[in-house]
């Protein structure tokens, strides 16, 4: 049974934490096989499958812009209206919710326009062939119809979160993933539409889950709601929102972005093959952080909600269980990747050639996965407690100041190409965790004392 937000403040940290995580990283464990039991479907087409996979990988990018200005306003309004909650000011939190939702939809007919202007031309900018491109229009085409959705279910489930409702919020994942798994075998193979019918699998899928959140929100049960009185945007509401939200848009978009430079990079070296093994490697990079997100969501609204109340204690509790549970979380990936590294790359593929070729990347690509819950830990930490300007040099940093310039540059000290941009991910994990994790400890020592003086 769902709980309100008076919890937050009151409940065995510990206890609280394991409650409200729990249903998050379901959530994003459902979450994971509901953006990859497609290209595990794709990747088992007869004959056809290896082309097709790798196809539907260069619409990765696309996804995750969608997904990135979901983050926007959902990850920026939801912590603030967590620490509104703080403060006992439920009005002002159901305002931003209310301007968040509208903003939702704006930016979803947006980029469903452009989208569906310039596809194609975006398909080869992300690294498409001749071979691959018309699976890639297939898939894209048909996923872009279902923007609304994908938006309206991943912004503002967010909010769900929040108030502390994670079972309704792990729900909602679950419940598209559950139509979406069903749904996928019957279109590409009952119904013989091969890509097409994935994307349409996806969306309808979508549909369901945007459904649910809305019902919610509109409903009873929530503890706030969407209210018409509150869907006029007003800047005071959204500037605030948009800038604690530049750091998780940024984390996902230049997912996009990075996606793009590893596909542009490896089809100069390497070919199809090696894009289609980055299909497959960005597929175990979510195996490895989407855990590590939900852990961080299940902390988030402790860390928020007494951030706003004044309690440090609390924070300080939340934030130390955070940061053990997500290592440990990171290690078990890591694990695996190193000595089971045939595993991943068989769910995805028949393709014995592709297979062996992943095989041997995986170990290079996710070689320091272990510390990426030091990262996340101390990254989303900033975020819960509204710190926006630290929380976005920290998005910006490992993926645009160290992981892309690695890409480009790496390759021309190494004889093996391919070999060097794999291992721009493990050396750019590396730095980014360092710096990452003594910028918080340093900052969030300054924080404390602040808030000690203030009581």
Not at 228 to 256: C, D, H, R, W, Y
Request: glycine letters at 10%; charged letters at 10%; hydrophobic letters at 55%.
């Amino acid at each position: 049974m769902d709980r309100t937000s008076a919890d937050l403040g009151t409940e065995k940290v510990g206890k609280l934490l394991l409650r409200l995580a729990v249903p998050t990283i379901t959530a994003q464990i459902v979450n994971m096989l509901y953006n990859i039991v497609d290209r595990i479907y794709i990747g088992h087409i007869p004959e056809e499958g290896a082309l097709a996979l790798t196809g539907l990988g260069l619409c990765f990018p696309v996804l995750m812009l969608v997904t990135a200005f979901s983050s926007l306003v959902g990850m920026g309004g939801a912590p603030q209206a967590s620490i509104k909650m703080g403060q006992k000011d439920n009005g002002g939190a159901e305002q931003i919710l209310g301007n968040c939702f509208v903003m939702l939809l704006v930016l979803a007919a947006v980029l469903t326009v452009v989208f569906r202007i310039s596809g194609r031309e975006l398909l080869y900018l992300f690294g498409a062939s001749g071979d691959t491109i018309g699976y890639a229009l297939e898939y894209l085409d048909i996923y872009i119809l279902g923007t609304v959705s994908v938006m309206i279910s991943l912004g503002l489930n967010a909010f769900i979160t929040t108030q502390g409702f994670t079972r309704t919020s792990m729900l909602t994942v679950v419940i598209g993933a559950a139509v979406n798994i069903v749904l996928d075998p019957v279109f590409i193979f009952g119904f013989g539409m091969g890509v097409k019918g994935a994307a349409l699998a996806t969306i309808l899928a979508q549909t369901v889950s945007a459904v649910w959140v809305l019902r919610f929100l509109f409903g009873k049960q929530t503890v706030l709601k969407i209210r018409k009185s509150n869907m006029k945007v007003q800047a005071g509401i959204m500037l605030p929102v948009l800038a604690l939200g530049l750091s998780p848009f940024i984390m996902t978009s230049t997912e996009s972005l990075l996606n793009i430079c590893f596909n542009t990079s490896l089809q100069k070296y390497g070919g199809d093959l090696a894009v289609g093994t980055m299909t497959i490697l960005s597929s175990c990079m979510q195996v490895c952080s989407l855990p590590l997100q939900g852990l961080a969501q299940g902390a988030q609204p402790i860390i928020s909600y007494n951030f706003g109340a004044g309690n440090l204690g609390r924070v300080k509790e939340a934030f130390r269980l955070l940061f053990i549970s997500a290592i440990g979380a990171s290690s078990v990936m890591w694990l695996i990747a190193v000595f089971a590294p045939g595993f991943f790359p068989g769910l995805f593929s028949g393709d014995a050639e592709l297979i062996a070729y992943a095989s041997w990347a995986i170990r290079i690509y996710l070689g320091m996965a272990f510390v990426m819950g030091a990262q996340m830990s101390c990254q989303q930490t900033f975020v819960a407690i509204g710190a926006a300007k630290i929380s976005l040099f920290l998005a910006l940093f490992r993926k645009i100041i160290v992981l892309i310039p690695l890409i480009y540059l790496l390759p021309q000290f190494f004889a093996d190409k391919v070999f060097a941009v794999f291992l721009a991910e493990p050396v750019a994990d590396t730095i980014a965790a360092v710096t990452t994790t003594t910028l918080f400890f340093l900052r969030f020592r300054q924080i404390s004392r602040n808030m000690e003086g203030g009581r």
